[in-house]
């Protein structure tokens, strides 16, 4: 079975700041990883994902976030935070070797950025 | 304008009386997907379509059902509703039957059955 774990319900950052997000992740087969934004009473909004390829993957809104094989884990950064990036953030993996298609997804990272 | 559109948007209704959420893209989507979402669930499959007439559950379908006779539409329909049937629920679509490319999600459906 595949899950998605996001440890931290809630990630607090100063404007400016640099932000992290985390997720960890377990497949059986090879990992599709993908980021998505929820804002207020809306629906979800891709980031950016991880197929193949280059570790570091850049996505939307200056986003990046890095796939790391050895410790199953696909962490969103950004450099500086603006306050417009407050909202709910999921993590969620598929599993590339499986026929199915089912996305799992992480419980959610409220990120909130102060001024 | 590409996008997702579900009717309802809200919906509040009473045990057993069946319910039905409409689901239609507009980007000629082979795949469709019903989620719902819970506070520190995230968000769980219900079920997903790869195409016209092939639907498959995913990890939450008791209570649900789905049905996928045109392209473009992709109804979830409640035939008895339950009080654990409450949610914020999420229609997606995505170009890709392989999952190699993102989902676009619908505005969601907030039903409440009491």
């Known amino acids: 079975a595949q899950s998605v774990a996001q440890p931290e319900d809630q990630v607090n950052v100063a404007e400016g700041n640099p932000l992290t997000v985390k997720c960890t992740y377990s497949v059986s087969g090879n990992p599709y990883l993908f980021w998505y934004v929820q804002y207020p009473n809306r629906g979800l909004q891709f980031l950016l994902k991880?197929?193949?390829?280059?570790?570091l993957v850049k996505g939307s809104y200056g986003f990046e976030a890095e796939f790391n094989k050895s410790q199953t884990s696909f962490h969103l950064k950004k450099p500086s935070a603006l306050v417009s990036d407050s909202a709910l953030y999921f993590c969620a993996v598929r599993d590339g070797n499986n026929a199915g298609n089912m996305l799992t997804f992480g419980g959610g990272t409220r990120l909130m950025v102060k001024p | 304008e590409a996008q997702v559109t579900q009717n309802p948007r809200y919906l509040i209704t009473v045990t057993g009386k069946k319910l039905t959420v409409t689901c239609s893209q507009n980007m000629n989507h082979e795949y469709m997907s019903w989620y719902r979402q819970d506070p520190g669930l995230g968000l769980r499959q219900i079920y997903y379509s790869m195409n016209v007439e092939v639907t498959d559950k995913g990890d939450v379908p008791e209570g649900y059902k789905v049905s996928r006779k045109e392209k473009r539409n992709f109804p979830l329909i409640l035939e008895s509703p339950s009080p654990n049937q409450t949610s914020l629920y999420f229609c997606?679509?995505?170009?890709?039957?392989?999952?190699?490319?993102?989902?676009?999600f619908g505005p969601g459906t907030r039903l409440t059955v009491t």
């Open positions: 991880y197929i193949t390829g280059d570790n």
């Open positions: 997606a679509s995505s170009l890709s039957r392989t999952g190699v490319r993102e989902q676009y």
